[in-house]
């Protein structure tokens, strides 16, 4: 835990979608039994390269609080324990992830759902030490914040990275600890991983020029910079993961010692805790509706068919019986023919399907205007087909192009 504030900075540009508990992946199968002095064995993941990075699963998850001297890099006493100490409880990632961490660690927020992890990503001797990671783009997400014990916050989220360039996505619900928030997302292709952003996180940080903010692909561990803030777990089956982040710089708590613990240091990584769930995108990609980018994807929406971004958006947004600005010529058909249009370009219908390809093709050339006016040379007859065309593309009805929700 740590006591600390921050603000949301960034924002998203890849597609993803907010979704309440119930419609959040299921909770991994309940963790198997091991001793203490059972050997481990590697747990390799279902789908292939969906963890990029250093490390094994080669290691089982039994968490003592024997500290990262002689056990996992994780498995150390959590200041949420309180004081005095020691006071029997434990709180540390690792208890989490197996399901026995103790309900009385301080900063427990309601809804959280520990419990359903068998090993722990590790490198170095014995495996015990913190490796770099990201998650494969060739494969969509289904992200969920299932944990946090932390007095204050950090602004988190996801990144991708070209060319040395990262981009970082805040997910305001997360940072808020908004339990059982999901995130489905697919990159089209880039690695992605873990950010976290707060004061504490100074000197050499991953994530490029970004100041105080740590990135899961960091190299360092727990003893250099680029330090590694996050703790990756998976399940018996291979195909779950649980991340988590410490969010306050490496140190180990030592009790109610003020001079070696003198700002509440500790290195439990269960601030913020993260379920995910890899999917394999079929062959054609996923699509979202025009309503989805209204309603949850408007910070996914970029700059399209010559409208800026915020334009963009504000069309989405624009309903008959409120426009918000918008004009557009004729009946409201126009208004509906223009966002199905959007949301095909959006959701990558011009290397889809031959009719949705021809219809983008149609309704680009039908329509027009710049800013917020949307202008039109299509017959009542023409709008309706294209409508239909691209709709049937968005909703996800055609062979290939499922829909993501």
């Keep these: 835990m740590s006591r600390l504030t921050s603000s949301i900075a960034t924002a998203a540009f890849a597609a993803f979608a907010l979704a309440a508990c119930s419609d959040s992946p299921t909770q991994p199968a309940a963790a198997r039994n091991v001793s203490i002095s059972s050997p481990s064995f590697v747990i390799s993941p279902v789908l292939s390269g969906v963890v990029v990075g250093s490390g094994t699963f080669a290691n089982a998850i039994v968490p003592t609080n024997v500290g990262r001297a002689t056990g996992a890099f994780w498995d150390n006493h959590s200041s949420d324990e309180g004081q005095p100490f020691p ?71 996801w990144f991708t990275v070209s060319g040395g360039v990262y981009t970082l996505h805040a997910v305001p619900a997360w940072t808020n600890k908004q339990i059982g928030t999901a995130v489905t997302f697919s990159t089209g292709g880039a690695n992605w991983g873990f950010f976290a952003s707060n004061s504490n996180f100074t000197g050499t940080r991953t994530c490029g020029a970004t100041t105080n903010t ?35 710089i490496l140190n180990l708590w030592a009790g109610d010692d003020p001079i070696h613990n003198p700002t509440n240091q500790d290195s439990d990584y269960q601030d913020y805790i993260f379920n995910v769930v890899p999917h394999v995108i079929p062959s054609g990609g996923c699509t979202f509706t025009k309503g989805w980018y209204r309603n949850k994807g408007s910070n996914t929406v970029t700059a399209v068919d010559g409208r800026s ?47 949705t390809q021809a219809a983008i093709i149609a309704a680009q050339a039908g329509t027009g205007g710049t800013g ?34």
């Design 87 to 157: 006071t029997g409880l434990n709180c540390n990632i690792g208890f989490f992830a197996i399901g026995t961490i103790s309900p009385g660690c301080h900063f427990t927020v309601a809804g959280e759902t520990p419990g359903g992890y068998a090993n722990y990503y590790g490198s170095g001797t014995g495996s015990r030490g913190s490796p770099d990671f990201m998650f494969g783009g060739q494969y969509s997400y289904d992200v969920k914040i299932v944990g946090a014990y932390s007095f204050g916050t950090s602004t988190v989220g």
């Design 214 to 248: 740590s990135c899961s692909d960091a190299t360092g561990g727990f003893t250099a910079q680029p330090f590694q803030q996050h703790a990756l777990f998976i399940n018996a089956a291979g195909d779950q993961f649980l991340v988590g982040l410490e969010d306050n």
């Design 309 to 355: 971004k915020s334009d963009a958006q504000t069309i989405f947004s624009a309903t008959p019986g409120q426009p918000n600005g918008v004009t557009w010529e004729g009946s409201n058909d126009v208004l509906n023919l223009y966002q199905q249009l959007l949301a095909a370009i959006l959701n990558g219908g011009t290397n889809g399907p031959a009719a």
């Design 372 to 405: 917020l006016n949307i202008t039109t040379t299509l017959t009542q007859t023409e709008i309706s087909d294209l409508i239909n065309a691209l709709s049937a593309f968005n909703e996800g009805t055609l062979a290939g192009f499922p829909h993501c929700g």
